[in-house]
């Protein structure tokens, strides 16, 4: 299998937006996200990548196919989401580059394409002179009755790439999951390393 990944920034971010969008649509209906979205909502969400002059997105490529994406944006560009959870950490928030999400077709894991998102992100952060990475994960209950019985968190391959929850650094945020009928507010960790 050939995919190539790519960081995008400027006119070419833009363009692939949509398809992010689409993207994170129906990779986040799966465990743990449950995320019953829509493209308006999405295209309002990814706005904040079009108005950071940091921002990126790396794609993962099928040919001229958009398979996988991820995010990344100076965290002081979702301060009004990310900084009370932050406060009292010591840590400032123009330190931080926000990798956001990492979304993938299944058909299409288990090929190194999660090390390339976060080698893509860690590399323009980087470049545009972050110390720290950042990104957060929900948490769900073990006992979750969604929960594949098959399922196995991503925190080994987190720790391998140097990231550890910061203590106490909890996000919320509501959106509908697939079997509910409203929205219901989400416990978001943080995972943080030095660059």
């Known amino acids: 299998m050939s995919i190539q990944v790519e960081a995008m920034t400027g006119a070419a971010l833009e363009a ?42 790396v794609g993962a490529f099928d040919g001229e196919t958009l398979v996988g994406a991820s995010t990344g944006a100076p965290l002081n560009d979702h301060a009004d989401d990310f900084a009370a959870a932050f406060e009292g950490k010591g840590i400032e928030l123009n330190d931080v580059f926000y990798c956001a999400e990492s979304v993938l077709l299944p058909e299409y894991r288990g090929h190194g394409v999660g090390h390339g998102f976060f080698d893509a ?73 030095d660059l």
Not at 35 to 53: H, I
Not at 128 to 137: D, N, V
Not at 155 to 164: C, I, L, T, V
């Open 16 to 57: 692939a937006l949509d398809d992010v969008a689409r993207l994170r649509i129906k990779v986040f209906r799966a465990w743990p996200y449950l995320y019953d979205g829509d493209l308006a909502y999405e295209r309002e969400y990814l706005q904040s990548y079009r108005d950071s002059t940091r921002a990126v997105v």
């Open 121 to 193: 992100r860690e590399a323009h952060a980087r470049k545009h002179g972050f110390r720290k990475t950042a990104f957060c994960g929900v948490q769900r209950p073990t006992d979750h009755p969604m929960r594949p019985a098959d399922y196995a968190p991503l925190d080994p391959f987190w720790r391998k790439r140097g990231y550890a929850p910061l203590e106490g650094a909890v996000a919320h945020f509501s959106w509908k999951d697939v079997d509910q009928t409203e929205e219901t507010k989400k416990p978001l960790q943080f995972w943080i390393r």
